[in-house]
């Protein structure tokens, strides 16, 4: 069971906009910045937000991350056969002392 | 270019140990924090340790709490982590990743290694 709550997946077709939210609590999203990362099929975790809503250098601006509360979103608009993936949010709790992740998402382009 | 390479990963019976070794190159080692991230296979991604640039600050998830140990040496541009009285749930591929210029909230983890396979089985 992770601390931060996402789907477990979500679809589009091409072209579509898609959203992926994440819910957490008081001690983590509430209190720190959210991140999140892309997975691709066989590969490491990619940085694809950070900050809530910042876009490392070289990540399209077709995926955009907010925050409001307790709560986090990432969209991804123009969808496009290569963003099948799955995604995680983070943040830092506070209260466990360390990074908690949410239990990811997985993107299918239809 | 940000390089981390893991290395220590195996096959080992539950309640023996193993070290994990990260060789990081590009960037200046002794700037950053430096964790340890992994995943059970199909599965999601889960928080391990973490420790400040001068090891001054150290975490534990409360799953390794007391077995695993994380470590750094500036020197060699490396981070470790020993793995005692390993169980089959540690079965997983783990990830050396950069953190920010301190330890704890506020910085992402922008770089993750390949990751080091350890399964722990009799």
């Known amino acids: 069971q992770s601390v931060l709550t996402q789907p477990p997946s979500a679809s589009g077709t091409p072209g579509q906009r898609v959203p992926i939210s994440c819910s957490g609590s008081s001690s983590n999203i509430g209190s720190n910045p959210v991140s999140w990362y892309q997975q691709l099929p066989g590969t490491a975790p990619k940085l694809l937000i950070s900050s809530n809503d910042q876009r490392p250098s070289g990540v399209p601006d077709r995926f955009s991350g907010s925050k409001s509360g307790t709560s986090a979103s990432l969209a991804i608009s123009g969808l496009q056969s290569e963003d099948e993936a799955d995604y995680y949010c983070?943040?830092?709790?506070?209260?466990?002392?360390?990074?908690?992740f949410g239990g990811g998402t997985k993107l299918t382009v239809l | 270019e940000v390089q981390l390479v893991e290395s220590g990963g195996g096959l080992v019976q539950p309640g023996r140990s193993l070290r994990l070794s990260c060789a990081a190159s590009?960037?200046?080692?002794?700037?950053?924090?430096m964790y340890w991230v992994r995943q059970a296979p199909g599965k999601g991604l889960e928080w391990v340790s973490g420790i400040s640039w001068n090891s001054g600050s150290i975490g534990y998830a409360d799953s390794v709490k007391g077995r695993f140990t994380i470590s750094r040496d500036n020197a060699k541009n490396s981070l470790y982590l020993q793995m005692n009285t390993l169980r089959a749930e540690d079965t997983a591929l783990y990830y050396c990743?950069?953190?920010?210029?301190?330890?704890?909230?506020?910085?992402?983890?922008?770089?993750w290694g390949q990751g080091t396979l350890v399964t722990v089985s009799s």
């Open positions: 990743v950069r953190g920010g210029y301190s330890y704890g909230p506020g910085y992402s983890f922008d770089y």
């Open positions: 983070a943040a830092w709790d506070d209260s466990l002392n360390g990074e908690v």
């Open positions: 590009g960037f200046i080692f002794d700037d950053y924090a």
